[in-house]
């Protein structure tokens, strides 16, 4: 796939300066003050440098080797705690509730919001295609970016075509090449971003899961598509966003998870194609039992490939029906060994056959959070 101009027409993309700017809205967030690196530059060029990378790697093993055996504390762990700066949660734009042979559509409130806001200070929202395709959803499905806008919450919209992607209901996906892009993707994307501009969104994650298993997206040629083909695809993408809004960041699809044997070498492969050449944080997605010694030389090894900041945007206990205790800390746990700029735990409310156990909306687990926060943070 060549590059998304060849698509939507001369002067379209205007490639802007990859040097990260500041928010045309003032300063209405703290910016430098919530991130602890700030923001970064991107470095095109240092995915062909082989010597360096292979120091780093080995200072990475080295970083690694007095933690063998201990359980001890990760990589380059934060200097503090988990905090509701750092906190977010994941949030459906519309839960569909199957009823008999029909769906009831049920969205977040208001006062919903009010409450996602007291766990933390980010906002994943999927106003996929499917949602703003729909009759009876449409425009709803963006509601919760002005929701979100309304109290000052760090909004990562999710941008996802669900045609494209293999499961059991879609057999036949469509294939994500030039005429897709420029027909059905383009489109979209200008839809979603333009009624971001005005709305303070933060970030954009471009499609989700990409290589999950059970719903794999595909590729130009309607296969599965390859890390290589979604680096492509992510570029394009990423400069049709930065035409738009030059100001807001890119985020890649989350891998769930990056250390697991399935997804580990897929992880791999992304960087080494040069994926961080058009995103402004590398995000990952992770569920696990536990973070041992095995997960943890993985890590390592995917830092000493990346040169940017990490954020995870899903992150919860594997098994969805454990404790909340559990879930908690679990979550804790993560953010301490992938040492992320923020972390969101999954779900606020699901909808499916798995995730309402994964729900934090009157659980436990939303009480646990909002516990550590009255407390204040506590040491790892």
């Not at 769906?103 to 906002?123: H, N, Q, S």
């Not at 926060?373 to 506590?378: E, H, K, L, T, Y």
Request: proline share 8%; with cysteine.
């Amino acid at each position: 796939m060549g590059r998304v101009r060849e698509y939507i027409g001369a002067g379209v993309v205007n490639n802007p300066d990859p040097a990260r700017k500041e928010p045309s809205w003032g300063s209405a967030f703290p910016w430098e003050d919530t991130m602890r690196h700030g923001r970064s530059e991107k470095k095109v060029g240092a995915y062909c440098n082989t010597p360096l990378r292979g120091v780093l790697i080995l200072c990475a093993v080295l970083a690694f080797l007095p933690s063998c055996g201990g359980g001890g504390g990760g990589i380059d762990a934060p200097a503090e705690p988990i905090s509701r700066d750092r906190h977010g949660v994941h949030v459906s734009p519309v839960e569909l509730w199957r009823v008999a042979d029909r769906y009831d559509f049920t969205y977040p409130t208001e006062a919903d919001f009010d409450r996602i806001a007291a766990l933390g200070k980010y906002v994943v929202i999927n106003p996929n295609t499917a949602f703003l395709k729909s009759v009876e959803i449409g425009d709803a499905a963006l509601e919760a970016i002005d929701l979100a806008y309304s109290r000052n919450l760090f909004s990562i919209v999710r941008l996802d075509y669900n045609r494209s992607v293999r499961d059991g209901t879609n057999p036949n996906p469509t294939p994500t090449n030039q005429y897709w892009f420029e027909h059905e993707w383009a489109p979209y994307v200008n839809r979603v971003v333009n009624y971001g501009l005005t709305r303070r969104v933060w970030a954009y994650q471009i499609c989700n899961e990409v290589f999950e298993e059970s719903h794999p997206m595909v590729g130009p040629t309607g296969a599965d598509i390859t890390p290589e083909e979604y680096v492509d695809l992510l570029g394009n993408t990423a400069e049709l966003i930065k035409s738009i809004d030059p100001n807001v960041y890119i985020l890649n699809a989350g891998i769930t998870s990056p250390v697991e044997d399935r997804y580990y070498p897929i992880a791999v492969r992304l960087l080494n194609a040069g994926m961080e050449r058009w995103i402004d944080y590398t995000n990952w997605h992770y569920y696990t039992r536990g973070i041992d010694d095995d997960e943890r030389s993985r890590i390592m090894h995917l830092r000493a490939l990346s040169e940017l900041p990490w954020v995870i945007t899903e992150a919860n206990h594997i098994d969805p029906g454990v404790p909340p205790e559990r879930k908690w800390n679990i979550i804790k746990s993560i953010y301490r060994e992938m040492a992320p700029e923020l972390i969101c735990s999954f779900i606020w409310q699901g909808d499916d056959a798995n995730s309402p156990k994964w729900t934090i909306k009157d659980t436990g687990l939303e009480e646990l959070i909002l516990e550590e926060w009255n407390r204040g943070p506590q040491a790892p």
